[in-house]
C-alpha cells in the first residue's frame, strides 16, 4: 500500500481495536477502563475501544480458546454498558450439532446480552461521530464459526451483530473475498496470513475494507499448516470431548506466547503499520489477541497499540498499584 496515498483519511478515521478478555481480564478492565475515560491525554487520540470479546469458563458454544473467565455475566455486561463498549460473545466452535443449540447456559448468556444491547445506537461504525463514547449505547455482537449456530442465532437473538472467526482459516484471498460479501457478517477476520497482501486489499471496495477486521500479534508459526485442527482441538474440548492434546507443530513451540516474537511475525501488525498503512488505506478494524495469555501481558498489548509512551509508565502504575488487581 502506498503510505502517503489518502493522508486525508487520517482527519476522520480512527483504529478501533477488539480486545481480549470479556470474562478472562474483567478485574483488570474495572481499572483500565476508567483510566482510559477519565485520562484520555495518556491515550492516542487515533484509536478507540471498539469491542471487547470473549467467553465464561465452561462455555460449550466456545471456540478458538478454551475461556477460563469465571466473573459473573451480569458483572460483565453491566461493565460494557457502563462504558459503551460493544461485548462481543465468542462462539466461534466449529463442530457445534444440532442438540447443541439448546444449551442452556450459552443461551442465557444470550437473552443477556442482547437486552444489555440499546439497539438504536452502535459505537462501531467508524465513520461515527466523535463524542463521548460513554453517552453512546453498544450494540453487542457474537464472532462465530457455525452456519449452523449462525442461523439458529439470527433467528433467535437478531439484535446481535455478527463477525466470522478467524478459526475458520481463511488462507485464500478470493474465499476472504467472497466471506466479506456475505451481508449476514458485520465484520471478517481472516487468517494473519492474509494482513501484508497489501495490493489485494487494497482492490476491495470501502464497503469491504470497512468489514475486516486484522487480527494484529498472532505468534503463530507463519508456516503452520495444522493451524484449523488446532482449532478443531479447542471445539472438541469446549464440547467436553475426551481427546487428546492438539501437538503443535511449530517449531518455536517451547517458547510459548512471547509479545517480542510476535512482532518479528511476517504477519504483525503494529502501530506505525495501523498509522501509516491501513488507516490511510480505509481500514480502520483491528483485533488484539490474547485471551489465553495473562493479564499483565494483555495489559502490554495496551501499552503498545493505546498509550502514548511519555505515559505507559504513568499507566502501568496505576494499573500494577491497584491493590485488587492480581497481574500475575
Not at 121 to 131: F, G, L, M, S, W
Not at 310 to 325: A, M, P, T
Amino acid at each position: 500500500m502506498d503510505k502517503d496515498k489518502g493522508s486525508n483519511i487520517m482527519e476522520y478515521t480512527k483504529a478501533y481495536y477488539h480486545l481480549p478478555g470479556l470474562f478472562e481480564f474483567y478485574e483488570l478492565y474495572k481499572v483500565f477502563l476508567p483510566l482510559f475515560r477519565d485520562h484520555r491525554e495518556y491515550f492516542y487520540d487515533w484509536c478507540e475501544i471498539g469491542a471487547i470479546y470473549g467467553a465464561p469458563a465452561d462455555c460449550i458454544w466456545g471456540g478458538g480458546r478454551v475461556g477460563f473467565g469465571e466473573e459473573s455475566a451480569e458483572n460483565v455486561a453491566a461493565l460494557m454498558k457502563e462504558y459503551g463498549i460493544s461485548a462481543r460473545l465468542t462462539f466461534s466452535n466449529s463442530l457445534l450439532r444440532e442438540e447443541h443449540l439448546a444449551d442452556k447456559k450459552c443461551n442465557r448468556l444470550c437473552e443477556l446480552f442482547e437486552k444489555s444491547s440499546a439497539l438504536n445506537r452502535n459505537i462501531q461504525n467508524p465513520k461515527a461521530q466523535d463524542t463521548d463514547s460513554t453517552e453512546k449505547a453498544p450494540q453487542n455482537g457474537i464472532i462465530l464459526h457455525s452456519d449452523r449456530l449462525l442461523n439458529y442465532l439470527a433467528e433467535n437473538y437478531p439484535n446481535f451483530y455478527f463477525v466470522s472467526s478467524t478459526t475458520k482459516v481463511i488462507t485464500d484471498f478470493d474465499e476472504f473475498a467472497c466471506e466479506l460479501n456475505r451481508p449476514e457478517f458485520k465484520y471478517v477476520v481472516p487468517d494473519f496470513r492474509l494482513n501484508k497482501q497489501y495490493e489485494k486489499l487494497n482492490a476491495l471496495t470501502q464497503h469491504q475494507k470497512d468489514k475486516v477486521e486484522f487480527l494484529c500479534n498472532e505468534c503463530c508459526w507463519f508456516d503452520c499448516y495444522d493451524r484449523k485442527n488446532c482449532y478443531e482441538n479447542v471445539s472438541r474440548k469446549s464440547l467436553g470431548e475426551d481427546c487428546e492434546d492438539h501437538i503443535c507443530v511449530s517449531p518455536m513451540v517451547q517458547k510459548g506466547y512471547r509479545f517480542s516474537d510476535a512482532m518479528k511475525n511476517p504477519g504483525f501488525i503494529g502501530i506505525e503499520d495501523i498509522k501509516n498503512t491501513y488507516m490511510p488505506n480505509g481500514f480502520s478494524n483491528f483485533k488484539i489477541e490474547g485471551r489465553s495469555l495473562g493479564s499483565a501481558i494483555v495489559l502490554e498489548f495496551l501499552l503498545y497499540y493505546m498509550t502514548k509512551p511519555e505515559y505507559q509508565l504513568k499507566v502501568r502504575e496505576e494499573i500494577y498499584l491497584d491493590s485488587s488487581l492480581d497481574l500475575f
